[in-house]
Nanobody, 127 residues
């Protein structure tokens, strides 16, 4: 079965950078897109970045646009989230997720629309 494992989280000062990784394995279905979400304590889950599997097109939420960049290394089955100019409000648990082919990715930033597979998350703390 599909597994997603995030890594790279940690503590950083405001203005600093972190790069998260998401290693994917066990795929039984083709992937339409992958995404990064975050959830801060006491807040709703928020989609922050999407990358389409076929053409690498990316989308970002307004809260991270211009600061975060997602990319993929298909040879290594790894997804990345480069986070620059971090702010205290970026503090959250970050999750990667995948959407199987045939499902729309454009709804990933819509509350209540869920990807097919989630990772276990990695904590990012900005002080």
């Amino acid at each position: 079965h599909v597994q997603l494992v995030e890594s790279g989280g940690g503590s950083v000062q405001a203005g600093g950078s972190l790069r998260l990784s998401c290693s994917a394995s066990g795929y039984e279905y083709s992937i339409q897109c992958m995404a990064w979400y975050r959830q801060a304590s006491g807040k709703e889950r928020e989609g922050v970045a999407i990358i389409y599997g076929d053409n690498g097109r990316t989308e970002y939420s307004d809260s991270v646009k211009g600061r975060f960049t997602t990319s993929q290394d298909t040879a290594r089955n790894t997804l990345y989230l480069q986070m620059n100019s971090l702010k205290p409000e970026d503090t959250a648990m970050y999750y990667c997720a995948s959407v199987f082919r045939g499902r729309p990715c454009g709804l990933l930033f819509t509350p209540g629309y869920n990807p097919n597979v989630w990772g276990q998350g990695t904590q990012v703390t900005v002080s």
